[in-house]
Nanobody
């Protein structure tokens, strides 16, 4: 199974970006999909998770970010609105084992930089 993340870039505060995570080797429906991020000098942190029962977000991004999936394209997305400088990080998509905290597969990461 491979996860290919894309869509990062350099934007200004208040702008939007949409990250994509293309999954190959297995259907998206086999997993919960998640996004994590790692800022310089900090540990990797949870951003969002999409279960079949619904979506869950970290407090700092609640109301600004939306996680979704397109089963026909076998791709997950993270729509990021009202970006802030503190959102600057490398963003990683992940395939999580359902009903666990286990990450079975990681994507390679995509850089998001938000300037003030």
């Amino acid at each position: 199974v491979q996860l290919q993340a894309s869509g990062g870039g350099l934007v200004q505060a208040g702008d939007s970006l949409r990250l994509s995570c293309a999954v190959s080797g297995r259907t998206l429906s086999s997993y919960d999909m998640g996004w994590f991020r790692q800022a310089p000098g900090k540990a990797r942190e949870f951003v969002a998770r999409l279960r079949w029962s619904g979506a869950f977000y970290a407090d700092p991004v609640e109301g600004r970010f939306t996680i979704s999936r397109d089963s026909a394209k076998n791709t997950a997305y993270l729509q990021m609105n009202s970006l802030k400088p503190e959102d600057t990080a490398v963003y990683y998509c992940a395939a999580l084992r359902t009903n666990t905290q286990s990450v079975d597969y990681w994507g390679q990461g995509t850089q998001v930089t938000v300037s003030s």
